[in-house]
């Protein structure tokens, strides 16, 4: 029943910005973990970025100084870009991580949008 749709992305110059943008539907907790991930071609998929309610943001080291992450609303999460750079050229996947005592966590995921860092 939930669905992630992400929006905003596209292509872009080296040292230019983005704003990547997860809309959330149905039932959304306010302890869920939201994030983004990123898939280069041809590479596995990494965390990039994730936030929860009442906890402050995690940034992989590489975008840390560079990229923000918001949780404008218990449904909404949005991914701040700005110097980018041509690695950081990716497929960008909103995540929402559900964590569940005795048993196996859940992930929902995004259908992806993609970012491109080129002259």
């Known amino acids: 029943q939930v669905q992630l749709v992400e929006s905003g992305g596209g292509l872009v110059q080296p040292g230019g910005s983005l704003r990547v943008s997860c809309a959330a539907s149905?039932?959304?907790?306010?302890?869920?973990?939201m994030g983004w991930y990123r898939q280069p071609a041809g590479k596995a998929r990494e965390l990039v970025a994730q936030i929860v309610t009442g906890g402050s943001p995690w940034l992989e080291s590489s975008v840390k100084g560079r990229f923000t992450i918001s949780r404008d609303s218990k449904n909404t999460v949005s991914l701040q870009m700005n110097n980018l750079k041509p690695e950081d050229t990716a497929v960008y996947y909103c995540?929402?991580?559900?964590?569940?005592?005795?048993?196996?966590?859940?992930?929902?995921w995004g259908q992806g949008t993609q970012v491109t860092v080129s002259s």
């Open positions: 149905g039932n959304i907790f306010s302890s869920d973990y």
């Open positions: 995540n929402v991580w559900r964590k569940i005592i005795g048993g196996s966590d859940i992930n929902y």
